[in-house]
């Protein structure tokens, strides 16, 4: 008799009627599995892009004219890039009325050959001079750095002080930073000084010029003093520059495209989820209310057992709760083990700055979804258990089917 009472009688429910249970699991379960993923990509969105406003304190970056996308490639998303001009034009920069202070930065592709553990971006930094990059190096590294010490990215394979070597040099990886969802995550620090050998390293196995002399640079971030309009700022390093092929880039501008990109990527994304919500309501109510026509029989002759309406309704409410309960369940643990594996595939396909919120942040996603994904299955199933409830079950078993 235990398996008489309510939370039985909907488990019998179910398994007596399997294929309708599995399709309405499934159905559950795929729709909290794009909840979850699309809510996934939507929060690594958003954190990619408050990560980019506070790691990228420069207010201009002042590359070579031409290779603005490259410097953008190369913090959004780690492209390896290799460009340089001659260091005196930091020093003009430094001149130009408005800027408060400038560093240098020293970018270099390594190769995919055997000279290289694997390709990446290079990152030469002043550490004396640098207010970009250094403050949020300092938190998790013990600088300075030594001769032949660097720091990786958090994609960079790898533990602590792990041998890695660029251009036949070996270098000890001392420390790791912590995930940003830019292309820092793949990329690798180290002093100007070590940059610069290796692009000495660089012309040799290719046998190109491309550091004839020891004075470069890649590209100098520049802060404006407090007040002042990068904006004009800008103009004046192009009227110091006309002619000279040197652009300055506004970080603010480069921000506001990516930040327009994600909106519209997430503006598709919500939608899709909207969508999704409505077809699977009416789906679930449409299934149930006609679970429950096809089941008055049933009812009616629970109904003459002495089940009361009240009754009727908790075993249909149970078994609903019980369906979904495992659907939502199963497709939100699903989603969240395939986005901690292949969250850095999802990166390389948006190609915009994405950080993963915390397995904190995601259990709790999933918590959430996993509720929605519960609650939908009685909200779908009012109108059936409303027309249930407006004829006596028990004077259905005189109707023909």
């Not at 750095?145 to 990786?152: R, S």
């Not at 506001?256 to 009416?282: H, M, R």
Request: charged share 20%; with cysteine.
């Amino acid at each position: 008799m235990k398996d008489l009472n309510t939370i039985g009688l909907a488990k019998k429910n179910i398994k007596n009627k399997k294929g309708r249970s599995y399709g309405l699991m499934g159905l559950t379960g795929i729709l909290c599995f794009i909840l979850f993923m699309s809510s996934f990509v939507i929060l690594s969105l958003r954190n990619g892009m408050s990560s980019l406003s506070h790691r990228l304190g420069a207010d201009l970056i002042v590359v070579p004219q031409g290779y603005d996308s490259n410097i953008t490639g190369a913090i959004l998303r780690g492209e390896p890039n290799t460009f340089f001009f001659d260091r005196s034009v930091m020093d003009r920069v430094d001149k130009i009325e408005g800027v408060e202070k400038t560093s240098p930065e020293f970018f270099l592709a390594t190769l995919s050959a055997g000279c290289c553990s694997f390709p990446i971006q290079v990152i030469g930094i002043d550490f004396e001079k640098d207010f970009t990059v250094v403050p949020w190096l300092r938190d998790q590294v013990k600088l300075p750095l030594k001769e032949g010490e660097i720091v990786g990215g958090n994609n960079i394979v790898g533990d602590f002080q792990h041998n890695v070597k660029f251009f036949n040099k070996s270098f000890h990886l001392k420390g790791k930073l912590a995930k940003t969802g830019m292309g820092f995550d793949n990329s690798v620090f180290m002093t100007m000084k070590e940059a610069k050998a290796l692009a000495k390293e660089y012309e040799k196995i290719l046998g190109e010029p491309i550091a004839a002399k020891d004075d470069i640079i890649s590209s100098v971030m520049v802060k404006v003093e407090k007040g002042v309009d990068p904006k004009i700022v800008s103009d004046r390093i192009r009227a110091e520059f006309k002619g000279e092929m040197i652009y300055p880039l506004m970080s603010k501008q480069m921000m506001s495209e990516v930040s327009k990109n994600v909106e519209n990527l997430l503006i598709y994304v919500y939608i899709l989820i909207g969508l999704l919500w409505i077809l699977a309501f009416f789906v679930l109510s449409l299934v149930y209310s006609i679970s429950i026509k096809e089941r008055k029989r049933e009812f009616a002759i629970l109904r003459i057992m002495g089940a009361t309406k009240k009754k009727l309704r908790s075993i249909c409410l149970s078994e609903i709760l019980l369906i979904n309960a495992i659907g939502a369940f199963v497709g939100t643990t699903c989603s969240f083990v395939i986005s901690i594996l292949f969250s850095r595939a999802l990166r390389e396909m948006t190609n915009l700055p994405f950080l993963s919120p915390s397995i904190s942040g995601m259990l709790l996603l999933a918590i959430v979804t996993i509720v929605l994904g519960i609650v939908i299955g009685p909200l779908s199933s009012l109108y059936g258990l409303t027309q249930m409830n407006k004829r006596e079950p028990a004077l259905l078993l005189r109707e023909n089917d």
